[in-house]
């Protein structure tokens, strides 16, 4: 089956820029998503397709996907934006299986 | 509004079958995208159960196949999951949520999630 492999932890200081990073093999094949938890609330989505937002998400949020690791960049970072990061793809490969990626925490300093 | 909600025990008893039902209100299910069960372990990760299309066509995660159910009521505009044979380790918060199939596969509207322990 197919692993998606992210950082357990990036910190970053207020006004900083973020990366976090979504490892698989020749994931720049595939279309990845990306999600935002906050403690206690469901995840929301951020970014989809590797690169789009979905309505009401701010630009700050971006994504890019090649060779092996796709990222999601988050950029003049704010407390708002601490949270667990997933990212996520469609492994039709096999099974047809929705996978998910082990989340990073997101800490601002 | 697509909104999303599940419903059902909180507690069930190892060996048992978990049974949980989520209403969709603001979208028909007859209209089409698959529909999906996500849990997520206390302070643990998201890991996807299956999903489902409203002709009943459904995705099971293969660790979890021989023991998961999840079928589609239109007329009701809800669909349900049962998970057979419940240890501790099955107890998890347990989303709902729509996965949008144009073009790539993933979730744009999630329930709040319901918390389900699973214990004696």
């Known amino acids: 089956s197919y692993v998606l492999t992210q950082p357990p932890s990036v910190s970053v200081a207020p006004g900083q820029t973020a990366r976090i990073t979504c490892g698989g093999n020749?994931?720049?094949?595939?279309?990845v998503h990306w999600y935002q938890q906050k403690p206690g609330q469901a995840p929301v989505l951020v970014v989809y397709d590797d690169s789009d937002r979905p309505s009401g998400i701010p630009e700050r949020f971006s994504g890019s996907n090649s060779g092996n690791t796709a990222t999601l960049t988050i950029s003049r970072v704010e407390a708002g934006d601490e949270a667990d990061y997933y990212c996520?793809?469609?492994?039709?490969?096999?099974?047809?299986?929705?996978?998910f990626g082990g989340g990073t925490k997101l800490t601002v300093l | 509004q697509v909104q999303l909600q599940e419903s059902g025990p909180g507690l069930v008893k190892p060996s048992e079958t978990l049974s949980l039902t989520c209403a969709v209100s603001g979208y028909s299910i007859s209209s089409g995208y698959y529909w999906g069960w996500i849990r997520q372990p206390p302070g643990k990760g998201l890991e996807w159960i299956g999903s489902i299309y409203h002709s009943g066509s459904t995705y099971y995660n293969p660790s979890l196949k021989s023991r998961v159910t999840i079928s589609v009521d239109t007329s009701k505009n809800q669909f349900s999951l049962k998970l057979s044979s419940v240890t501790a380790a099955d107890t998890a918060v347990y989303y709902c949520a729509r996965l949008r199939d144009y073009g790539d596969y993933y979730f744009d509207y999630w329930g709040q999630g319901t918390l389900v322990t699973v214990s004696s």
């Open positions: 996520q793809v469609w492994d039709s490969s096999s099974d047809h299986c929705v996978v």
């Open positions: 020749n994931i720049g094949s595939k279309s």
